[in-house]
């Protein structure tokens, strides 16, 4: 069973930066996925940031050259380095754990709250 706990969501000015943390626990181990999405009020949930277990990297158009995803093996610790915000990225934010082998198994995260505004 794999457990994921963000943490970091806050208020922030436009322009401003924020790091999300997702802390995993349990085994991880094959082939699997992790990524970050984000959830508005009355939007559906969509990928914002994804890393596959070879170290591949995938962003939303939206984001892109703007978040940075990467991982702390050690620390079995995932983050979100968001940058240059705006209030379009008001959102909860999830982290997710996708088994793909063996499997398939998903897990999520409880969300964290990220609100851009001055």
């Known amino acids: 069973q794999v457990q994921l706990v963000e943490s970091g969501g806050t208020l922030v000015q436009p322009g401003g930066s924020l790091r999300l943390s997702c802390a995993v626990s349990?085994?991880?181990?094959?082939?699997?996925?992790m990524g970050w999405y984000r959830q508005a009020p009355g939007d559906q949930r969509e990928l914002v940031a994804g890393?596959?277990?070879?170290?591949?990297?995938n962003y939303a158009d939206s984001v892109k050259g703007r978040f940075t995803i990467s991982r702390d093996n050690a620390k079995n610790t995932v983050y979100l380095q968001m940058n240059s915000m705006n209030s379009e990225d008001t959102a909860v934010y999830y982290c997710?754990?996708?088994?793909?082998?063996?499997?398939?198994?998903?897990?999520w995260g409880q969300g964290t709250q990220v609100t851009v505004s001055s």
């Open positions: 997710n754990y996708r088994q793909i082998v063996p499997g398939p198994n998903n897990y």
């Open positions: 890393m596959t277990s070879g170290g591949s990297t």
């Open positions: 349990g085994r991880i181990f094959g082939i699997y996925a």
